[in-house]
């Protein structure tokens, strides 16, 4: 499975962005898809995680601002940001897995998009 990001970019405090993911390949064996982010000099975290039968986890510090949500023919994941904070800022990576583990580093990564929020 190869996965590819696309929308990151530089938005100001407050603005909001939509991330995107397309896997490519035996995409029928996903059921749990994952955002990640690492800002510089810091550990790589967990953003949101999703599975097939429509669980959801968010890191505290993006409750209710974030969505994590999976295209209909499962090969899309999106990370909806609202209300960003310079703090969000950071090379953001999707990842996914076959099982339904939520919050799981499975093996597949995508190449990382970068979001930068201006105070």
């Known amino acids: 499975v190869q996965l590819q990001a696309f929308g990151g970019g530089l938005v100001q405090a407050g603005g909001s962005l939509r991330i995107s993911c397309v896997a490519s390949?035996?995409?029928?064996?996903?059921?749990?898809w994952g955002w990640y982010r690492q800002a510089p000099g810091k550990q790589r975290e967990l953003v949101a995680s999703?599975?097939?039968?429509?669980?959801?986890v968010y890191a505290d510090s993006v409750k209710g601002r974030f969505t994590i949500s999976v295209g209909n023919a499962k090969d899309t994941v999106y990370l909806q940001m609202n209300r960003l904070e310079p703090a969000d800022t950071a090379v953001y990576y999707c990842?996914?897995?076959?099982?339904?583990?939520?919050?799981?580093?499975?093996?597949?990564w995508g190449q990382g998009t970068q979001v930068t929020v201006s105070s």
């Open positions: 990842n996914i897995g076959s099982s339904y583990v939520l919050a799981h580093e499975y093996v597949h």
């Open positions: 390949g035996n995409i029928f064996q996903i059921n749990a």
């Open positions: 999703i599975n097939s039968i429509g669980q959801t």
